[in-house]
């Protein structure tokens, strides 16, 4: 099995032992210590954009030991609205899975202090590649 399939099969076990989590407003961020992030690599936790189809994905991360909770929002450019995700999930090393309530699934790995490679991965439906870039403020 690869290492993103054990790690989505960790995220499935942990989000059904877990039941219904709070909601995202609801969990306090909590950072673990800067010699603890930079022990386990880069960080998940803050603000991120990617370009896909012309428009700006974005995304922001909490993290709570290995568990993340985040938002993510993706433009639909024939409605001109977007399609906001709450998702959950586990972070392990630089590899990391969060999946939403109805199935769609992000996971990618952490390649640099400030860059990641995802995709999202709806529930059906074509995938869609992310290069995540960290961004300053919300």
């Given at each position: 099995?690869?290492?993103?399939?054990?790690?989505?099969?960790?995220?499935?076990?942990?989000?059904?032992?877990?039941?219904?989590?709070?909601?995202?407003?609801?969990?306090?961020?909590?950072?673990?210590?800067?010699?603890?992030?930079?022990?386990?690599?880069?960080?998940?936790?803050?603000?991120?954009?990617?370009?896909?189809?012309?428009q700006t994905?974005?995304?922001?991360?909490?993290?709570?030991?290995?568990?993340?909770?985040?938002?993510?929002?993706?433009?639909?450019?024939?409605?001109?609205?977007?399609?906001?995700?709450?998702?959950?999930?586990?972070?392990?090393?630089?590899?990391?899975?969060a999946q939403?309530?109805s199935g769609?699934?992000?996971?990618?790995?952490?390649?640099?202090?400030?860059?990641?490679?995802?995709?999202?991965?709806?529930?059906?439906?074509?995938?869609?590649?992310?290069?995540?870039?960290?961004?300053?403020?919300?």
């Open positions: 099995m690869s290492r993103l399939g054990l790690l989505a099969g960790l995220l499935l076990a942990a989000l059904s032992l877990a039941g219904p989590g709070p909601a995202l407003s609801q969990v306090p961020p909590k950072a673990p210590a800067p010699a603890a992030r930079a022990a386990a690599g880069h960080d998940i936790v803050g603000h991120w954009t990617a370009e896909a189809l012309g994905v974005t995304a922001d991360f909490t993290r709570q030991g290995d568990m993340i909770y985040g938002v993510v929002v993706i433009p639909d450019p024939l409605s001109g609205g977007s399609n906001t995700y709450h998702v959950a999930g586990v972070i392990l090393g630089d590899e990391f899975a939403h309530a769609h699934l992000l996971k990618g790995t952490l390649t640099g202090p400030g860059t990641a490679e995802a995709v999202f991965a709806p529930k059906s439906g074509p995938s869609l590649k992310l290069r995540l870039t960290r961004r300053s403020g919300p």
